[in-house]
């Protein structure tokens, strides 16, 4: 009879040492940490075929994607080039729990970045799920300066859905006309309306007929724009 009671303790003893185990086996998944060395500058590029200023991320706009895994602290040192402009960038989506100045908000809950100063944004991505991350002072989002955060499961965890692969997209209005233009504009009195974009970007890239630009650079926009 001493048996089944000998066993019941050893159960006992096993299900006191099960969480445990998950919270060593939790810790070691929980401690990656995924860094990223950014440089904010302005750079001509033609995403279209029009050349202009863009504001890159290490010379690409869209910027660097994020890869994480849920749980994963991220860290972003980001040096602003831009010489004239601050910098600010927010993360859209992450809930930034413990870490609000690393929202991005300039103004709000961060300072913006002075030109030639770094920032060390730090983060902690806990949902997994497809994130955009865009510049948050002025009009620097629709110059470029955007991308995409990318946060999966933590290994071993089984995806809530059954799919064949991943595509990442990302949609922009394109305007040739420099995002300082179509500012004055905005706030001007009367008021000039940006108008219709000259095209739009898919991850990037984007379609427009340059023969209808002049040996300027002006083209519709800007005409309709400048009679406005």
Request: proline fraction near 6%.
């Amino acid at each position: 009879m001493t048996e089944p009671a000998e066993s019941k303790g050893y159960f006992v003893r096993l299900l006191a040492l099960f969480p445990l185990i998950c919270l060593i086996n939790f810790s070691s998944v929980e401690a990656r940490t995924v860094y990223h060395k950014w440089e904010v500058k302005y750079e001509y590029k033609s995403p279209d075929c029009y050349k202009k200023l863009v504001i890159t991320i290490n010379g690409i706009s869209p910027g660097p994607t994020i890869f994480a895994q849920q749980g994963d602290t991220v860290f972003v040192e980001l040096k602003n080039s831009l010489w004239t402009e601050n910098v600010a960038v927010h993360w859209h989506g992450i809930r930034q729990l413990g870490t609000p100045w690393s929202d991005g908000a300039e103004g709000v809950t961060q300072c913006p970045i002075l030109p030639g100063e770094t920032f060390i944004y730090r983060f902690v991505v806990d949902r997994a799920g497809t994130y955009l991350y865009h510049g948050h002072y002025g009009m620097q989002r629709a110059a470029g300066l955007y991308g995409s955060i990318i946060v999966s499961l933590p290994e071993g965890v089984p995806e809530p859905f059954s799919y064949d692969y991943d595509q990442n997209i990302i949609l922009n209005d394109w305007y040739h006309a420099s995002t300082n233009e179509q500012a004055a504009g905005l706030s001007a009195i009367p008021f000039v309306f940006v108008g219709e974009p000259q095209s739009l970007l898919i991850n990037g890239r984007g379609k427009y007929n340059c023969s209808l630009s002049t040996a300027s650079g002006s083209d519709g926009w800007s005409l309709q724009y400048n009679k406005s």
